[in-house]
């Protein structure tokens, strides 16, 4: 006998109880029937006796091909799994002396991030003593969401982690 994954289902003699209920479109009449009588239908039929719901009183089972029943849940959770939100997270890093044209060319680069869905953290490395102007710093980071308010919000404030001022904004929801 083959090891059983602890989310697969009783089949046909693995099934313990005495009676129970026959659902689907297989079956001649739905209602409550005695084991054997279910494996025998399951077996003219040549599928198996899945049961479905253990706890319920008596347990529900379906006629059904069981590998075929397999086959189609694996294939709904890979596509579940491929149509899930991926994040991506875009870094823009520059100075807190970053002059004006600098400054207008990463914000072009991160409203394009913005607009393709990504998240933009925006960082302003502080090298040597220039970390006595983080609040020059704070202010490039705050003009830079106000910049950007149309494609993007912002998810907190400039927070100094070390020698690194970061910010993350967030695309705004497409209508």
Excluded: W
């Excluded at 279910?38 to 059904?64: N, T």
């Excluded at 086959?71 to 799994?81: D, G, L, P, S």
């Amino acid at each position: 006998m083959q090891k059983r994954g602890e989310n697969e289902l009783n089949i046909n003699e693995q099934i313990t109880a005495q009676q129970v209920r026959l659902v689907g479109e297989n079956i001649p009449e739905p209602g409550v029937y005695p084991i054997a009588k279910a494996l025998q239908l399951a077996d003219e039929l040549e599928l198996d006796l899945v049961e479905i719901s253990a706890s319920a009183d008596p347990p529900v089972c379906k006629i059904l091909d069981y590998q075929k029943y397999l086959y189609q849940k694996k294939k709904k959770a890979k596509e579940m799994k491929s149509n899930a939100a991926k994040v991506v997270i875009k870094e823009i890093r520059f100075g807190p002396n970053t002059d004006e044209h600098d400054f207008q060319f990463k914000l072009k680069h991160a409203k394009g991030f913005l607009e393709e869905g990504s998240k933009v953290k925006a960082s302003i490395f502080f090298r040597g003593r220039s970390i006595m102007f983080k609040d020059q710093g704070e202010k490039q980071l705050l003009r830079f969401a106000v910049e950007l308010e149309e494609f993007g919000h912002p998810e907190n404030m400039p927070v100094l982690e070390g020698k690194r001022m970061t910010m993350m904004i967030a695309p705004n929801k497409k209508k």
